[in-house]
């Protein structure tokens, strides 16, 4: 009697073992299907994110923003470009599949930079423009936003902003490109200053480009060449 019931126990005791087992390896390998999946899907959102970056999207991926998507202190990037800070893009970006050379790039982005606008400051629906040390403020508001096509095929959100009450040496309109298509914080943005809605959206080689202005030089040079 007593060998049978040690059998018994014996039986019991190695299927409890095999069963835990089974389902140690089962919940492994639950685990690891679903790691999978979630690097999958950060990898696809990843791509995807560089694409919108680049300016391949679809219409209805596109939706409105706030003003507030672009709130804070922020640097023209100009004086960095003139005085030599930001040589180490351009390097970078001759050296790294560009198609043109380090100073060929630099005279292209100094049009593209060029500003008077030292610094622009956004307080809910207040923009505050600084111009040679002179401050100047506007209430703006929302009025939409286009897509455009550029020349090489890819496209651009503008999100558009008008000033409410015309005031002298304000624009009246302010169109922000930062690459994004939807709602999101704004870790830089180019900016389109003007009177005239529709001729503001023709500017393609004038697009002065901020940062926040607690970040120098070196710092920005280097956010410039991690995208």
Known sequence: MKTNVSK???????????????????????????????????????????????????DNQVEARELSDWAGDWQSVYPYLIDGSLDEVFEHKAENGGTMTAEEYKEYYEVGYKTTVERIIIEGNQVTFVEKGQQLTGTYENDGYEILTYEKGNRGVRYIFKLTEPTEGLPNYIQFSDHGIFPTVADHYHIYLGN????????????????????????????????
């Not at 990843?46 to 680049?54: G, H, P």
């Not at 529709?198 to 995208?227: C, F, K, Q, R």
């Open 8 to 58: 018994w126990i014996g039986a019991f005791a190695l299927s409890a073992l095999l069963v835990g087992c089974n389902a140690a390896e089962e919940e492994t390998t639950k685990v690891e299907e679903h790691e999978e999946q979630e690097h999958n899907h950060a990898h696809a959102e990843d791509d995807s994110a560089k694409q919108i970056y680049a300016g391949y999207f679809e």
């Open 196 to 227: 005239n809605r529709e001729g503001l959206l023709e500017e393609v080689t004038n697009w002065p480009t901020y940062y926040p202005s607690d970040m120098d030089g070196h710092t920005i040079a280097h956010e410039m060449m991690a995208h």
